[in-house]
């Protein structure tokens, strides 16, 4: 019975071991938010989970933001603990240095206390508030934080810049320099119509035609004279000009 008892031992703290080590792995889930989501611009307000013994970070390395002050409105389950200096005002009331701030904010759950004169928030949680300041100037970021009892399912939030947002702002045309473009374009396309003078007729074929044939009514020779379709468009007096003393012309005027 013992060693069939010592197997069974064996094998349940062995799924128990399995068992707490897939919690482990699954709380070291990093977050990854975006910094319009994170300041509530965009979506809903992001809920964190604080669970006790397993500590949540709050990380703006990625963005390269400096946390400057940070607000939890009901300290007596969650404390604030960070990895740089906060700023404080001092006595002639100067603001810190630039380069004086936090990048990371570690929220942990402790037993609750009783503060006099302090109302406990409800189930929701409570509101956590900073103030970072980085390149894009200072920015407010706000968290719902809720103190829960079961496995976190992340023990990360890393705040991410916004993909892209000044290379699309630089690059967006502008409409009325678009539209003053469009119509120069149009402008420069536009050509002046060209008059299309017909080839004109033989010299030998009329001569040919008239020396054959017996010209004796007038109207016979004035057909001759007067040339038919010459052009398919009449548009300047040049044209007209050019053509009186043309060869062919001269040509007709010896018959």
Same mark, same amino acid.
């Given at each position: 019975?013992?060693?069939?008892?010592?197997?069974?031992?064996?094998?349940?703290?062995?799924?128990?071991?399995?068992?707490?080590?897939?919690?482990?792995?699954?709380?070291?889930?990093?977050?990854?938010?975006?910094?319009?989501?994170?300041?509530?611009?965009?979506?809903?307000?992001?809920?964190?989970?604080?669970? %006790?013994?397993?500590? #949540?970070?709050? $990380?703006?390395?990625? /963005?390269?933001?400096? !946390? +400057?002050?940070?607000?939890?409105?009901?300290?007596?389950?969650?404390?604030?603990?960070?990895?740089?200096?906060?700023?404080?005002?001092?006595?002639?009331?100067?603001?810190?240095?630039?380069?004086?701030?936090?990048?990371?904010?570690?929220?942990?759950?402790?037993?609750?206390?009783?503060?006099?004169?302090?109302?406990?928030?409800?189930?929701?949680?409570?509101?956590?508030?900073?103030?970072?300041?980085?390149?894009?100037?200072?920015?407010?970021?706000?968290?719902?934080?809720?103190?829960?009892?079961?496995?976190?399912?992340?023990?990360?939030?890393?705040?991410?810049?916004?993909?892209?947002?000044?290379?699309?702002?630089?690059?967006?045309?502008? %409409?009325?320099?678009? #539209?003053?473009? $469009?119509?120069?374009? /149009?402008?420069?396309? !536009? +050509?002046?119509?060209?008059?299309?003078?017909?080839?004109?007729?033989?010299?030998?074929?009329?001569?040919?035609?008239?020396?054959?044939?017996?010209?004796?009514?007038?109207?016979?020779?004035?057909?001759?004279?007067?040339?038919?379709?010459?052009?398919?468009?009449?548009?300047?007096?040049?044209?007209?000009?050019?053509?009186?003393?043309?060869?062919?012309?001269?040509?007709?005027?010896?018959?």
């Amino acid at each position: 019975m013992q060693p069939i008892q010592k197997t069974l031992s064996n094998a349940l703290m062995l799924c128990v071991s399995s068992i707490f080590l897939a919690q482990i792995a699954n709380a070291t889930v990093v977050r990854n938010v975006s910094s319009d989501q994170a300041q509530g611009i965009i979506g809903e307000a992001i809920s964190l989970d604080v669970a %006790p013994g397993v500590g #949540l970070n709050i $990380s703006f390395i990625q /963005t390269g933001e400096l !946390v +400057k002050k940070a607000w939890i409105d009901d300290p007596s389950r969650i404390t604030l603990s960070f990895d740089g200096t906060l700023c404080q005002t001092n006595s002639q009331g100067q603001e810190c240095d630039s380069d004086q701030g936090a990048s990371v904010v570690h929220l942990r759950q402790i037993r609750p206390i009783q503060f006099p004169d302090l109302p406990r928030s409800n189930a929701n949680g409570t509101l956590l508030t900073l103030i970072t300041e980085g390149s894009e100037g200072r920015k407010l970021y706000q968290f719902r934080v809720r103190p829960v009892t079961r496995e976190p399912k992340y023990t990360t939030i890393a705040v991410r810049p916004i993909a892209n947002q000044s290379l699309s702002m630089a690059n967006a045309p502008e %409409p009325s320099s678009q #539209l003053f473009e $469009s119509s120069e374009t /149009t402008k420069s396309t !536009v +050509k002046a119509p060209v008059p299309v003078i017909a080839p004109l007729p033989q010299i030998a074929s009329v001569r040919q035609s008239a020396i054959g044939r017996e010209l004796s009514e007038p109207e016979e020779l004035r057909s001759l004279r007067e040339p038919a379709a010459i052009v398919e468009q009449l548009s300047t007096q040049e044209w007209a000009d050019s053509l009186s003393s043309s060869t062919y012309f001269q040509e007709l005027s010896k018959l």
